[in-house]
């Protein structure tokens, strides 16, 4: 791998969220201020994760874009973990602790991105779901090595929005918390090249509990007044 | 009083936010699709309640409405509350639980508005800093006639724009919860008048506690990222 390229692992890059953050990340590689990067996309299954990396792709030559500087493969959860600089949570809370354990040796010094919402389904609506050390965030704190540099962003972000790399009309708003000043600068600097987001100093990490509680609240939102794939502004 | 008017009461409207709100509802008298009403600011204090009432009327004259439809008097908060419809709770959160109980018997049957947001100063931050009960709506509905329909609404407004009612370019969107099918229609009838705000259906009481966490990450928001009295839009 070429050592001036960022690498960046999506573990349980095969779900919603993951394959739109995936496609975004690729493009940065065709922006002139975009951080060059290469993805591992992480899975419990290799072959899943193969299979999405070529996905993502086919996806981006179906849109018509020159993929030859874009490199997304896949591996198992440790062995992307272990390659990579960034590593980004796409997986269910519920999921989290028993993958953090199994991957933790290989999180020293690593910048570690929590887009992880942990929520519930009430009646017809969706419940935001804390742990008790008071977010997804914090928990995953926790249960990291004490280099590891946690930064929470990426709960606000529509997928479909996220996914459909061609038609970007929208700039949302996207907020990074983190205690550690270096690793938030830069994962807003990804965010900033996304496409559609414009990324927002969100201050500490504890912050993180408004932002995971903001995402079933929208998903209501969205439901409770028929909107669709709703994103966020502050103006 | 003209029994067709709403008639609502402003507690604590000698506040910032409280300000806003009096001229804001005071406007809707003027409009013709705006839900007329006689409007009772509420204080500890008689005479700051008349002075707060005098210095409304006396701004929107100074902005050049005929301010001859509208009526704002003051009065001590019990008798404010006693006298209206609506009653807005413009009020700290730490002397809400003392006011419940001093105006509890003038509750029943009234719907009860709270912008509520109890946060404290951490550093330079501002922090969440929610009742045993979850959130100050759900502390309110606890400490209240049961008869009393609570709503939580008007918590993620910039007093700043509230209160400029001449230049009203932003409109911005505006959460009302409820357990109250009827109340909340009603606040949110109320809400679309204001002539900056977008009324959006927030779903049940519970979720007020993240539109109340809203208020401290949008104040640290603002102050981390350079910017000034902002508003929430999803789109």
């Given at each position: 791998?070429?050592?001036e390229k960022l690498?960046i692992?999506?573990?349980?890059?095969?779900?919603?969220?993951?394959?739109g953050m995936v496609l975004r990340l690729a493009l940065q590689n065709l922006m002139p201020e975009g951080m060059k990067n290469e993805i591992?996309?992480?899975?419990?299954?290799?072959?899943?994760?193969?299979?999405?990396?070529?996905?993502a792709?086919?996806?981006l030559?179906?849109c018509g874009f020159d993929t030859s500087s874009i490199k997304i493969?896949?591996?198992?959860?440790?062995?992307?973990?272990?390659?990579?600089?960034?590593?980004?949570?796409?997986?269910?809370?519920?999921?989290?602790?028993?993958?953090?354990?199994?991957?933790?040796?290989?999180?020293?010094?690593?910048?570690?991105?929590?887009?992880?919402?942990?929520?519930?389904?009430?009646?017809?609506?969706?419940?935001?779901?804390?742990?008790?050390?008071?977010?997804?965030?914090?928990?995953?704190?926790?249960?990291?090595?004490?280099?590891?540099?946690?930064?929470?962003?990426?709960?606000?972000?529509?997928?479909?929005?996220l996914?459909?790399v061609v038609?970007c009309?929208?700039v949302?708003?996207a907020?990074?918390?983190?205690?550690?000043?270096?690793?938030?600068?830069l994962?807003m600097e990804l965010t900033r090249h996304m496409g559609c987001l414009k990324p927002?100093?969100?201050?500490?990490?504890?912050?993180?509990?408004?932002?995971?509680?903001?995402?079933?609240?929208?998903?209501?939102?969205?439901?409770?007044?028929?909107?669709?794939?709703?994103?966020?502004?502050?103006?």
């Open positions: 791998m070429n050592s690498k692992a999506v573990l349980g890059g095969t779900g919603n969220i993951g394959e591992i996309i992480g899975s419990r299954s290799l072959e899943a994760a193969n299979e999405a990396a070529e996905k792709l086919s996806e030559e179906n493969i896949g591996m198992s959860n440790f062995e992307a973990a272990k390659a990579s600089e960034i590593v980004i949570l796409t997986i269910r809370f519920d999921h989290i602790l028993p993958l953090l354990k199994e991957i933790r040796e290989t999180l020293e010094n690593k910048v570690l991105i929590s887009p992880v919402v942990p929520m519930v389904k009430e009646g017809s609506l969706m419940a935001y779901r804390p742990p008790v050390e008071g977010s997804a965030a914090l928990a995953i704190q926790k249960n990291v090595p004490e280099s590891t540099r946690v930064v929470a962003a990426f709960h606000n972000i529509p997928a479909g929005k996914k459909d038609k009309k929208a949302h708003d907020l990074v918390c983190s205690d550690d000043a270096e690793a938030k600068k994962v927002l100093d969100g201050g500490p990490l504890k912050q993180a509990s408004t932002m995971e509680s903001l995402t079933p609240l929208m998903i209501n939102l969205a439901k409770l007044n028929g909107l669709k794939d709703l994103g966020i502004n502050f103006s």
